[in-house]
């Protein structure tokens, strides 16, 4: 499985884009032909820092906005780096006197390509509050902005004519150099960006075409009436981006981050480049050649950026690649469609609740609360306060109830992370209650189970709980422990669950308080049962596509599994007739045989006895037995009737390759476990890569 490295049309425009912006601070046609160089420089190039806003915008909304305070926290950083590194030229160029440079420091930038980070950490905040509102309107305030903008931009000339403009702008101009910043400028596009996803024109290639000579009718027309005071925004300047945007969006099909971290770091270090050019020409005596010849001097500072980017990007520490040794593939699709199929089960007003206990059963607890959430999903659980704070950190949303024990003491923490916590039991529900800190709580009903909670009969202690000061009792729920089993027996116990529960429900709203949201169902009880006076129902194991185990697979049909665990092939071992090979010498040939060693063991979470149960692996799309005793971090496979093989090809271990497939029910009945335990076990060694 190597990253597609074809068509990554986005990393690749990027490269183009900051050449853009090389040209339009070097002027490569102004020896030729000053309308041309106009047009590539004042038109053409003033795509380039929109795209890359774009770019932000669109992939901040992939994630819900979550991931906003992370790329202002990396901006920021990087922002103070480039501040540093331009001093020395800022007080060549006698840029230092002190008021000023704060005010460029947080308005402009301290150098004149820089003025994009300040842009960008006041459009992010912007932005993101925006993208709250219904997208029509939060586009439409980002519209009036950039209108706003317009008027200070290249507008200037016709909107001072208009009764109080001049003096507005000359307001603006106290504070901004230019309207082109984070207020008016950034955030239509970082919004443009992430709803670009949603809006495609039905000829985009045509259509980018059609706006750019729209574009640059409209800044040739500009300049002849002699409106612009500065040449960065168009009125036909986010028509262009739109349909640019969605031609490289349909183009797009893998990524290239060398190409992103080699654009970013011409982006920054040109203006560097083009003063030593300038420098050195001068010293060589061969100014003529290297800055008069426009040409020339753009083509000899791009070469310089981008040689000295390319050697950055050598000598930076690799970064590991995460499919390099084991590794979960997570489908994000088959997760969409899993909710949309557990949705139609629900009865109306009921809503799902996500449980992403054991970091979502070994699915990777933050890549799947985040699409849960862009699904509209607003209720999750988990199983332990740490569990809970995890998603806080990672910006989810919503309520989030604790389905286990939490130590009272920590009752300030629940507060500080807004999290719900369950009431086990009367005792716990007392010593919560006694820390002194309103928290939000579900009560727990024990209905038979005799697991967590209060005895559904147990009046009194439901009174009591009811009375505690501090406890904010948001709802209350129940398990069920049958729910799975089709047994006649069983059926009838679920029954009694329901109706205990139930009762206990209508006592607590006839004894004068309200239970909040009421909830019994997991994901059985949800598949099984008729549709319940429910507000919530607690899916997990059939949320990830899977079944607990292979009898109840007349469940399955309509989901997809979510997860693939994979590995790859590292060695090859030939072996005669009579050797024997791994740990306890286990496995002898019995023929000529060929085995791969594959680099993933039960210290990633398989269980030990998998090759003894009968266990396979898929290589090359055919079916290879495991064999020998299993390793910490290794097991071995024989592939003598493979027709071909080689180390680093992908191994599947559960998920499909080609035609065949191994379901983790498969793998779970083998091991003489359920599914649920087989994928909660997958370790956090195992790098967690999403799938579209
Ligand atoms: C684990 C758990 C669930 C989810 O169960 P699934 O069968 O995986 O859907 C629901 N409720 C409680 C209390 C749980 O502990």
Not at 139 to 160: E, F, P
Not at 343 to 357: D, E, N, T
Not at 390 to 403: D, E, M, S, Y
Not at 438 to 460: F, K, Q, W, Y
């Amino acid at each position: 499985m190597n990253a597609p490295r074809s068509r990554a049309a986005m990393d690749g425009f990027r490269l183009f884009a900051a050449l853009l912006v090389v040209a339009n601070h070097t002027s490569p046609l102004a020896s030729c032909t000053a309308a041309g160089d106009f047009w590539l420089c004042r038109v053409l190039a003033r795509v380039a820092v929109p795209f890359f806003l774009m770019t932000s915008g669109h992939f901040l909304a992939r994630g819900d906005w979550t991931g906003t305070r992370r790329l202002m926290k990396k901006a920021a950083v990087l922002y103070g780096v480039c501040v540093l590194l331009y001093l020395p030229l800022n007080w060549y160029a006698g840029q230092l006197s002190w008021p000023d440079f704060l005010r460029r420091l947080v308005a402009d930038g301290t150098f004149y390509h820089l003025w994009y980070f300040p842009a960008l950490l006041l459009g992010l905040p912007i932005a993101r509050w925006l993208s709250r509102l219904r997208s029509k309107t939060a586009l439409a305030i980002g519209g009036v902005l950039y209108l706003i903008g317009l008027g200070g931009d290249s507008y200037y000339g016709l909107a001072v004519q208009l009764p109080g403009l001049e003096d507005f702008y000359g307001g603006i101009f106290q504070v901004f150099s230019y309207t082109r910043n984070g207020v008016f400028f950034a955030p239509l596009f970082l919004l443009l960006g992430a709803l670009s996803c949603r809006w495609t024109p039905r000829h985009p290639a045509f259509g980018t075409a059609a706006a750019l000579v729209l574009m640059t009718a409209e800044a040739f027309w500009l300049q002849n009436v002699g409106a612009p005071r500065h040449d960065s925004m168009y009125l036909s300047l986010p028509l262009v981006m739109l349909c640019l945007f969605s031609l490289l969006l349909t183009h797009n099909s893998g990524e290239r981050r060398d190409l992103r971290a080699i654009s970013t770091l011409v982006y920054l270090l040109h203006p560097w480049c083009i003063v030593l050019i300038r420098w050195s020409s001068q010293a060589i005596g061969l100014e003529a050649l290297f800055v008069d010849n426009s040409l020339v001097h753009f083509l000899s500072v791009a070469a310089l950026s981008l040689c000295a980017a390319c050697f950055l990007c050598l000598v930076r520490p690799q970064a590991q690649r995460p499919t390099a040794r084991a590794w979960r593939e997570i489908n994000l699709t088959a997760l969409d469609h899993n909710v949309d199929a557990l949705q139609r089960h629900l009865s109306p007003g009921q809503a799902l609740m996500a449980v992403l206990k054991a970091d979502a059963y070994g699915h990777g607890a933050v890549p799947i609360a985040r699409r849960l959430q862009q699904k509209g999903i607003r209720a999750f659980a988990v199983a332990c306060l740490s569990e809970g704070i995890q998603l806080r950190k990672r910006g989810v949303r919503g309520t989030i109830l604790i389905l286990g024990y939490t130590p009272p003491e920590d009752a300030p923490l629940l507060r500080r992370w807004r999290l719900t916590q369950t009431v086990v039991s009367l005792d716990h529900g007392r010593a919560l209650a006694a820390q002194g800190h309103p928290i939000h709580v579900h009560l727990a009903i024990d209905t038979g189970m005799h697991r967590l909670g209060i005895p559904a009969a147990d009046r009194e202690a439901i009174r009591e709980v009811f009375q505690l000061q501090n406890l904010m009792i948001d709802g209350v729920f129940s398990h069920l422990c049958v729910a799975d089993s089709s047994g006649a027996a069983d059926e009838a116990y679920t029954l009694r669950q329901l109706d205990a529960f139930y009762r206990a429900v209508a006592w607590i709203r006839s004894a004068g308080y309200t239970p909040g949201a009421v909830h019994i169902q997991a994901s059985y009880g949800l598949w099984n049962l008729p549709a319940q006076p429910c507000q919530y129902a607690r899916a997990g194991i059939l949320l990830y596509g899977v079944s607990s185990g292979r009898n109840m697979a007349d469940v399955a049909p309509d989901l997809f599994p979510v997860l693939s665990l994979r590995a790859r092939v590292t060695c090859i071992q030939d072996l005669s007739p009579g050797e024997t090979a791994g740990y306890g010498r286990l496995f002898r040939a019995e023929r000529e045989t060929r085995l791969a060693v594959i680099s993933i063991g039960y210290g990633d979470g398989l269980p030990r006895e998998l090759p003894q149960r009968g266990g396979q692996v898929l290589i090359r799309g055919q079916r290879c037995p495991m064999v020998g005793r299993m390793c910490m971090d290794q097991l071995l496979v024989d592939v003598t009737d493979l027709a071909e093989i080689s180390p680093g090809d992908t191994v599947t271990l559960i998920g499909s390759d080609g035609q065949q497939m191994i379901a983790a029910e498969d793998l779970a009945e083998q091991c003489g476990t359920i599914t649920n335990e087989l994928l909660s076990r997958l370790g956090g060694r195992l790098p967690q890569v999403v799938v579209p």
